[in-house]
């Protein structure tokens, strides 16, 4: 579940030390439950629209998976626009309480405790999966190799065969490319870059990577 420009930062403090938001649920219960505010990460639903458009092929009954939900508006947006079956997990069971509440209008639509990267999902069972910094948050973390790799077969398993994985990032091929090469995955994967709102600011990059 990263927290917005937290996510940012992708290497150690200045003890050596991950960063405190690569260190687990218990670090995003203390957020959440001290600032339950929605907070949008990277970029908006309208932002990426074209791009879930792409990844449910304009199909709406498409089954969306939604990694690292956090307390985003996304899933929000895209159910009121017709994608209903939409499946949020995330580690901390106190955001996956404040939305299931914030949501209960939105009933075909669920919240779950999980971790990505042991999903208890089966094989096939999406459409597409989409992410929001999960990916960088788990380059924060340490053996950060080793937990992506987890993470990346974790989603390829979940997937339909030519499903699609939309992952957002603030990390630019040559610091993300790596792992999804080092992941074993047979992912065909394109790149794209999302420039800056505001100038000065960073882009953005958006990794389409389509399952077999």
Known sequence: APFGA???????????????????????????????QPFEWLESYRDLRGFIEEAACNNHGARFLHTGCGNSLLPEEMYDEGYRQIVNIDTSSI???????????????????????AMSFRDGEFDAVIDKSVLDTFACMSGAARVVSSYLQEVARVLKPGGIFLCVSYGAPETRRSYFEAAGVDFELREERLDPKIKGASPHFVYIARTP
């Open 6 to 36: 937290l996510a940012m930062a992708v290497s150690t403090s200045d003890a050596g030390q991950p960063p405190a938001y690569g260190g687990g649920p218990g670090y995003w219960d203390a957020r959440y439950a001290a600032d339950a």
């Open 95 to 117: 955001v996956v309480e404040q939305m299931a509440s914030r949501n209960a209008g939105r009933p075909e639509m669920t919240w779950q405790v999980m971790d990505a990267t």
